[in-house]
């Protein structure tokens, strides 16, 4: 579930304070811990994501 949440608050471009903070807000320990995760489920890195977004990325999580 952390994982879910993790991806819809990048989705949303939130929080400012960066991946660690996001990390901590969704119940991972550690930012890495996050981006294990991330990377095992999509393929890519969370700061690869972000750059990378676009709206059909956001659409589909909508879905």
Do not use: C, W
Request: proline letters at 2%.
């Amino acid at each position: 579930m952390r994982y879910y949440r993790l991806v819809e608050a990048l989705l949303a471009d939130a929080p400012a304070g960066g991946l660690a903070q996001l990390a901590a807000m969704q119940g991972y320990f550690d930012q890495a811990h996050a981006s294990r995760d991330f990377r095992r489920y999509t393929g890519i890195g969370q700061a690869e994501f972000r750059r990378h977004l676009n709206g059909i990325a956001k659409l589909m999580n909508t879905l």
